[in-house]
């Protein structure tokens, strides 16, 4: 298998769920303009990461990837024991994280996509940050008692990690989320996360 990624992009999440696996797998680091190069294109007409190519099959849009990759490597467990109940649950935390934490990113990345005065721009990125931190909120909660979004890990944590790394680049206020924190940190030590962010050249 084959992934395309852009470093600190949420094709990271797909890089460390790859690393979870303990599977030999490839990588290929793309800058922002190589995701528009036509070679690419051919991969993912939209210009996105992440992609990967397994063989003769490509597949884009990272829920789907996630999905994929656990069932590729089901020893892996990033889906759970096997049952209904934990990969629902696991897909529920990882639907989370990429209909609702994510998104809430765009206005901070790209405040001009939402408004076209540039004097508002820090009233929609204030915004922004206040949504963010209540879904946060959410995950802190949610990660009182457990160490793991659904309770074992599974491929929701490498993206709502990756949603944290965004946090501490775009103000967003973490304080006082003390689980949450503290997840950040296992992630940190974590030697498939450091593996994949040198890798990536983000370590």
Known sequence: MKLYSKPGACSTADHIALQWTGQ???????TAAETKSPEYLKINPT??????QDGDFVLTQNAAIMGYIADRYPDAKLAGDGSPQQRAQAARWLA???SDLHPAFKPLFGPGQFIHDESKYDAVKQAARK???GLFE???RQLADKPWLAGFRSFADPYLYITLRWAANTGVDLQGLDHLIAFKQRMDADPG????LKAEGLD
Do not use: E
């Not at 030999?24 to 793309?30: A, D, M, T």
């Open 138 to 140: 959410i995950a802190d």
């Open 96 to 98: 989370f994280v990429n």
């Open 47 to 52: 210009g996105a990461v992440p992609a990967v």
């Open 24 to 30: 030999p797998f490839q990588v290929q680091v793309l």
């Open 131 to 133: 949504r963010l931190r």
């Open 193 to 196: 996360v450091q593996a994949a």
